[in-house]
């Protein structure tokens, strides 16, 4: 009776070693398999083979933006790795890294890089946080709040270029991008809030639609002036408060649809 007390005892030890060994052994796959999961969402910086404009970007960072006054190197990283030849047509991929700004049809142009770094820069943007960009253009601005953000959703108001951004980011990879045609001057309130709102084309105020669905902390970017144009940083703080700050003289296409019927 002994020696059958002690075999139960023992089996039932070994019983509940073996689940909990199986139990751990469950958490720990599932929290790698979220892990990849997520990691998944951004794509791989593109190899050498593959990039021959390696050299030509890194001399853009070096010159155009840390020779200014980009500091963060999270942003410096990520214009150090993202490919703006991507971005811009065939004919003009020979500039993509120049100090200035190029046509990509219908009268629309992508931004200079400094310019991008610096509105990104001065957004802040954060592994947690939920992006709102309005003038999608290309997607360049687009692929560098993605490499940043959790989420990023962009409003292109003209349809070739909306679609156009949509096939270019998702051959890239990007899954955290939601993309849509329309009028950006009302923001996109089903997606709101925002932790960091970017507009690319300058209205001659500052929708303020654009300004509610700021989170408290948020921080808005937008060029605003019709002839004489401004770069703006509005800041919402945590007790609803709205802060602004005039950052530099810019030029930018403008806005149309609604910003300018109400201009």
């Known amino acids: 009776m002994f020696v059958l007390r002690n075999f139960r005892i ?13 139990a751990i052994g469950g958490v720990f796959m599932a929290f790698w398999s979220n892990l990849f999961r997520d990691a998944s969402k951004k794509p791989s910086a593109p190899s050498c083979v593959d990039d021959p404009f390696i050299a030509a970007r890194r001399q853009m960072v070096e010159e155009q933006l840390r020779g200014r006054d980009i500091t963060d190197p999270t942003v410096l990283e990520v214009m150090g790795r993202v490919g703006r030849h991507r971005f811009v047509p065939a004919e003009n991929q020979g500039q993509a890294y120049e100090d200035h700004p190029l046509p990509i049809g219908l009268d629309q142009t992508i931004s200079q890089p400094y310019i991008v770094a610096l509105m990104t820069q001065l957004a802040r943007p954060t592994p947690e946080c939920r992006a709102l960009e309005v003038g999608v253009g290309s997607g360049y601005q687009t692929a560098i709040l993605a490499e940043l ?28 991008v939601t993309l849509r045609c329309g009028d950006g001057y009302q923001g996109w309130p089903e997606h709101a809030p925002f932790d960091v709102i970017l507009v690319t084309a300058a209205p001659d105020h500052v929708p303020q639609k654009l300004v509610e669905q700021l989170a408290p902390g948020g921080r808005l970017v937008i060029p605003v002036g019709e002839f004489s144009q401004k770069l703006l940083l509005i800041e919402k703080q945590p007790d609803g408060t709205i802060h602004r700050t005039n950052v530099a003289p810019v030029q930018f296409v403008p806005m149309t649809g609604e910003a300018r019927r109400r201009s």
């Not at 959790?150 to 951004?165: R, S, Y």
């Open 149 to 176: 953000c959790n989420e990023v959703h962009g409003i292109e108001i003209l349809q070739p270029l909306a679609d156009a951004a949509r096939r270019r980011l998702t051959a890239l990879g990007y899954e955290n």
């Open 10 to 22: 023992s089996a039932v030890i070994l019983a509940f070693v073996v689940l909990s060994v199986l």
